[in-house]
């Protein structure tokens, strides 16, 4: 994935209301969680402990709002409700799979919008 197309910061600086130096904040706190959070989804997940998968999904949808990659919302999302609902609990390999390859161009786009401003 092209790195400067796998985010969308347009709801970050809504949310900032343009504020330069509140979006750099918010830059440096999705650097820092994101990959943190993900340690906690791939461990939760790893060990089938899914009422603490379904909590950490949950935290992480409005982490993932701010970063806007649609790949990454959409795993989350299903991932939440399949926990929650513990159906299709077969499909958080794969889903954790793609939060997992998404991440690395993510966190490189997000360091080069926060480098840039």
Request: charged share 25%; net charge negative.
């Amino acid at each position: 994935m092209e790195t400067a197309n796998c985010i969308n910061l347009d709801y970050l600086r809504l949310m900032a209301d343009n504020d330069e130096e509140m979006i750099q904040t918010m830059l440096a706190m999705l650097l820092d969680e994101l990959p943190s959070e993900m340690d906690k989804v791939r461990e939760l997940a790893a060990a089938e402990n899914w009422d603490e998968l379904t909590r950490v999904s949950h935290k992480m949808k409005s982490t993932l709002a701010f970063v806007g990659n649609e790949a990454m919302n959409t795993a989350n999302k299903e991932l939440e409700r399949i926990t929650k609902y513990k159906t299709d609990l077969h499909l958080t390999t794969s889903l954790v799979a793609t939060l997992d390859e998404q991440l690395p161009s993510v966190l490189q786009a997000l360091s080069n919008e926060a480098l840039a401003s």
